[in-house]
T-cell receptor
Framework: DGGITQSPKYLFRKEGQNVTLSCEQN?????MYWYRQDPGQGLRLIYYSQIVNDFQKGDIAEGYSVSREKKESFPLTVTSAQKNPTAFYLC?????????????FGPGTRLTVL | AQSVSQHNHHVILSEAASLELGCNYS??????LFWYVQYPGQHLQLLLKYFSGDPLVKGIKGFEAEFIKSKFSFNLRKPSVQWSDTAEYFC?????????????FGTGTRLTVIP
């Protein structure tokens, strides 16, 4: 069954702690993305990766870091430098970064920082 | 600066009513346009997309959208909604310019359909 998995579904952390959100895809897609969804603000791009060992900042990268060591995995670390980390985080992938490629989304992780 | 606007934040309709959700973007160049839907507890999924050609695009579940370039709009329509259409709907745009093919999302419109 092909798709994108994100774990865990819900995550709670204390303020000041780093936390890593998992994203795995078995669609053989080259490109992967991380978005943050906040009520009333839609989705905003945090980071994206076009290919293994390469990634670029999106619109709101401050306080986040990523890695892309394997094609199927694109973990996101929310660091203590992120001022407002409580949000719903969505991972997506597409065949590549070509112009006509649909992005497929995972189920999301809801992070709450206490 | 480019942006995607969805002016309706929450729409409430009775079953069988017609639906039109507005989407406008502010960018003078070539765009690719999308509507995504997020049903309660489910993944964000693609409803329909426009790349080029016929500006009236048909999607899944009876949805359609019309690209009107002169109005910078890509409104979503459905002639008769069902209770199962209750969801959040997002318009998204790719701005076709060198070096960046990022997808920009609108703020979303929550649709509630009353049986």
């Amino acid at each position: 069954d092909g798709g994108i998995t994100q774990s865990p579904k819900y995550l709670f952390r204390k303020e000041g702690q780093n936390v890593t959100l998992s994203c795995e895809q078995n669609l053989n897609h080259d490109a992967m993305y991380w978005y943050r969804q906040d009520p009333g603000q839609g989705l905003r791009l945090i980071y994206y990766s076009q290919i293994v060992n390469d990634f670029q900042k999106g619109d709101i990268a401050e306080g986040y870091s990523v890695s892309r060591e394997k094609k199927e995995s694109f973990p996101l670390t929310v660091t203590s430098a992120q001022k407002n980390p409580t949000a719903f985080y969505l991972c997506a992938s597409s065949i590549n970064r070509g112009l006509h490629n649909e992005q497929f989304f995972g189920p999301g992780t809801r992070l709450t920082v206490l | 600066a480019q942006s995607v606007s969805q002016h309706n934040h929450h729409v409430i309709l009775s079953e069988a009513a017609s639906l039109e959700l507005g989407c406008n973007y502010s960018y003078g160049g070539t765009v690719n346009l999308f509507w995504y839907v997020q049903y309660p507890g489910q993944h964000l999924q693609l409803l329909l997309k426009y790349f080029s050609g016929d500006p009236l695009v048909k999607g899944i579940k009876g949805f359609e959208a019309e690209f009107i370039k002169s109005k910078f709009s890509f409104n979503l329509r459905k002639p008769s909604v069902q209770w199962s259409d209750t969801a959040e709907y997002f318009c998204a745009v790719i701005l076709l310019r060198t070096g960046a093919n990022n997808l920009f999302f609108g703020t979303g419109t929550r649709l509630t359909v009353i049986p």
